[in-house]
């Protein structure tokens, strides 16, 4: 058996984390160095305080954790994810597992574990997981087929996902298809077939597009299938996915002999939008060569229009837009990259639309570029996404705003004043700030109600917008206390705006319902310092109001000057 020296010289060296307890008291019996390096606290500090631990974890997370204590001791081992902060403030992610060892009498003796920091992992995890849930709400919204397949170390192949369009089209539930590799889902030929495309990709590292037939559960089909690698980091494939169109109506058209493009014009006319080859000659002249009908719903422009010339569909783009799409399908065509793009369309029937544009060149002999694709009317996802941004303005909105007054909030008002002190040491200048509150609001609110109370502080800041310049930045800081910050106004320009305003308000009749409230406000004017912070700078007008106030309220006072009224 080796020596007990063994285990303790192999605790002291390991980089994890690892902690021993004892029962019932929970004092620290053991914490290796390791703890020092990762909690950012020395050894000692765990040992003089035994709720150090909990104290240091994330308070988001601290619930959990201690809740976890007594999963641990039901149950006799836990595993568990949370964040601790160090000393200055780093917020580190830690993987910690723990076991709990009974007596010879089945009684509690110690808790023990080993923790590791996973913060690398955690923050990638987070950032695949909103990539994920991104891309699965526009894999299950997708009209065409779709299937994901991981590609394993050695070489095997295993389907993860179907959409639902493809559960639809094919007959294979995502219970089916889960888990399984192509050799267990279709015959030996097929699947040999399958694989060799698979690997293909793979190796190639690009998309790369194939025909085939597959016999599966909603009958036997023929698809066309474009595959597309996802790499890692380290740039090894670990994923494909495969977008696949049915094209049995073709395939069938052709295997009688019909004309190849009256079958593909039957398969446009089943999408939402239109397919098209299109081709741009090296003079800049570009024509379609093919649109499916679907074109008149997109353009407003019949196959035979588009097939003379590009404009009828480039008059049609957005004025703000054209230049951007004209731009891409260039980028496209001098480096031979797929062309993907979603502008807007002011349709001849006089309604607009959103569209999205997803082709794959190749170039010609003569140098002509000829490209294969499809375009589609996506204006209600558009209309979904500017919702969604318009909202978020909303909430970023109320985040800067008194919702009561419309005026800036305190947050708010603070950022500017930050920036003009900036502004002034880095160039100089003048500026003021002016506080002011309601003379006897409290009294008011007692005498005619809050509501009236509230009329009366959204008419202090009607007035301001009144009367106070377009530069000028009115605040409300709490309650019935609001400030004026003055850009580019030395102290006398101070003083007179503030007596304007002060005079403004004592002409105010606020109406009370069934009686007029008349308000006045007391005001304190300070010249802003280069050297001044918003604190300080407050405190300084904070002081002039409270002397306004303490002279008989209703007047204005500065630093330099007698208060006036």
């Not at 090894?236 to 094209?247: K, N, Q, T, Y």
């Not at 190849?260 to 003079?283: C, H, K, N, T, V």
């Not at 031979?336 to 349709?347: A, D, F, N, Q």
Request: glycine share 6%; with cysteine.
């Amino acid at each position: 058996m080796l020596p007990e020296i063994f285990f303790s010289s192999l605790l002291e060296r390991v980089d994890d984390v690892v902690w021993a307890v004892g029962c019932p008291d929970l004092q620290l019996e053991y914490l290796n160095p390791a703890a020092a390096v990762i909690l950012g606290r020395p050894v000692r500090a765990f040992e003089e305080d035994p709720d150090l631990w909990l104290t240091i974890v994330h308070p988001d997370d601290r619930e959990a954790v201690a809740a976890s204590h007594d999963h641990l001791l039901q149950e006799g081992e836990v595993e568990r994810r949370y964040r601790i902060l160090r000393p200055g403030g780093e917020t580190v992610w830690m993987y910690d597992r723990a076991w709990l060892m009974r007596d010879s009498d089945g009684q509690p003796l110690r808790l023990f574990g080993i923790a590791r920091e996973v913060t690398s992992e955690m923050l990638e995890r987070q950032r695949l997981n909103s990539t994920l849930q991104l891309h699965r709400r526009f894999l299950e919204s997708a009209l065409d087929p779709i299937f994901v397949v991981k590609v394993e170390s050695d070489d095997t192949f295993v389907f993860r996902y179907n959409n639902p369009a493809h559960r639809q089209q094919t007959g294979i539930s995502l219970e089916m298809i889960r888990h399984q590799t192509p050799d267990a889902l279709l015959d030996k030929a097929q699947a040999a077939a399958v694989k060799a495309h698979y690997r293909e990709c793979v190796q190639l590292k690009r998309p790369i597009q194939y025909e085939e037939r597959l016999a599966l559960p909603a009958g036997e089909r023929d698809w066309q299938t474009q595959l597309v690698p996802v790499e890692d980091s380290a740039g090894r494939v670990v994923e494909l996915v495969g977008v696949a169109r049915d094209i049995t109506p073709l395939k069938q058209a052709e295997r009688q002999s019909r004309d190849a493009f009256e079958a593909l014009d039957q398969l446009g006319q089943q999408l939402p939008g239109f397919i098209y080859q299109y081709l741009l000659s090296p003079s800049g002249e570009g024509r379609f060569l093919y649109a499916s009908r679907r074109s008149i719903a997109i353009y407003g422009a019949t196959p035979d229009e588009l097939a003379r010339s590009d404009t009828a569909a480039f008059n049609v783009i957005h004025p703000d837009d054209r230049e951007s799409v004209r731009a891409a399908v260039e980028v496209s065509a001098a480096t031979l990259s797929h062309w993907h793009c979603e502008y807007r369309v002011r349709h001849p029937r006089g309604h607009e639309l959103w569209a999205e544009g997803l082709a794959t060149p190749e170039r010609l002999e003569g140098g002509s570029v000829l490209w294969h694709g499809y375009i589609a009317d996506v204006s209600e996802r558009k209309r979904l996404q500017l919702e969604l941004e318009a909202s978020e303005a909303r909430f970023r909105r109320l985040a800067t705003v008194d919702m009561l007054t419309g005026a800036p909030n305190r947050r708010c008002f603070i950022d500017c004043l930050e920036g003009e002190l900036a502004r002034m040491k880095r160039h100089g200048g003048k500026a003021c700030l002016v506080m002011f509150d309601a003379d006897h609001f409290k009294r008011i609110n007692d005498t005619f109600g809050h509501a009236a109370g509230d009329q009366v502080l959204k008419a202090l800041v009607y007035v301001g917008e009144q009367w106070l310049r377009g530069s000028d930045v009115l605040g409300r800081l709490g309650g019935e206390e609001f400030a004026i910050l003055m850009p580019e106004t030395d102290y006398q320009g101070a003083l007179a705006l503030s007596e304007r305003f002060r005079r403004a308000v004592a002409d105010l009749l606020v109406d009370a319902g069934e009686r007029v409230v008349q308000v006045t406000v007391s005001l304190g004017v300070v010249a802003l310092r280069a050297q001044d912070s918003p604190d300080s700078a407050l405190e300084r007008a904070d002081r002039m109001l409270y002397r306004a106030k303490a002279l008989g309220r209703n007047r204005t006072c500065g630093e330099r000057d007698r208060a006036s009224e």
